[in-house]
């Protein structure tokens, strides 16, 4: 009896375990499930946090822009001067002559020098059109002077194509009040304003130019003095290699 009754309590203790570790797998299954399939959708997350792109937030645009220069005057020079004719030529590198804007020559007008600016003003014009800028493309014409006591500039501007971004120096918010882990708003500013000064040519930000034509005279000779050349003797003493 005694022997019966142990026999029968070892049977319900295992159905009991089998029933346990039935009811185990499955949940081990789905938390498994559930962990893979987290790992599975990791890349379609979103964070927030990423910073933004500057170029985004300081994008460089093509427009029109006024290219101006002011030349300092003295009361009692007569005529332009060889620092202002360097400086001018200078100015005048950008100009474009293909587009011809009008080149704009400011006199002052009420000032201590008004008698020097309009002559070295007249220079100023006729140097421009030994540079290449067309006569009729020249306008000169006076401002009025802040004072009379004091010499005012010469003022040479022209309206020219360039690539260029807005102003940098934008601080809306204090960086130690904000716990956002995004960068700051002029992040980025001075490069892009960088980049866009070095472009000599914008039209190059909006597309690849034209290929130029081959010079076939000029390659048909470079291929024939290359095959007469043959191999120096200096070369094959020199060479670890025996042809």
Same mark, same amino acid.
């Given at each position: ?62 427009? +029109? ?16 001067? %060889? ?6 030529? %200078? ?22 020098? +008004? ?22 493309? $020249? ?91 043959? $191999? ?12």
């Amino acid at each position: 009896m005694f022997q019966s009754a142990l026999k029968a309590r070892a049977i319900a203790t295992t159905m009991r375990l089998a029933r346990l570790h039935h009811r185990t797998v499955p949940v081990l299954a789905v938390a498994v499930a559930a962990l893979l399939a987290g790992c599975a959708q990791r890349d379609s997350i979103t964070v927030g946090a990423i910073p933004d792109d500057y170029r985004t937030n300081h994008p460089i645009v093509i427009a +029109e822009k006024n290219q101006k220069i002011d030349l300092p005057v003295g009361a009692g020079d007569r005529g332009m001067t %060889g620092s202002q004719r360097d400086t001018l030529l %200078g100015f005048l590198d950008g100009y474009d002559k293909s587009a011809a804007p009008t080149l704009t020559i400011q006199v002052p007008s009420g000032s201590a020098n +008004e008698v020097a600016a309009t002559a070295a003003g007249r220079d100023f014009a006729r140097l421009a059109v030994a540079a290449g800028v067309k006569r009729n493309r $020249i306008v000169v014409t006076s401002y009025q002077a802040g004072s009379s006591e004091t010499s005012a500039p010469v003022r040479v501007s022209y309206i020219a194509v360039r690539a260029q971004t807005d102003k940098c120096g934008r601080w809306p918010a204090d960086l130690v009040d904000t716990s956002e882990n995004k960068h700051y708003a002029d992040f980025g500013c001075s490069y892009q304003n960088n980049l866009a000064a070095q472009m000599a040519n914008p039209a190059d930000l909006l597309g690849p130019r034209k290929p130029s034509t081959i010079d076939a005279e000029n390659r048909g000779a470079v291929i024939d003095i290359y095959r007469k050349r043959g $191999i120096s003797d200096e070369f094959l003493g020199n060479s670890e290699v025996t042809y």
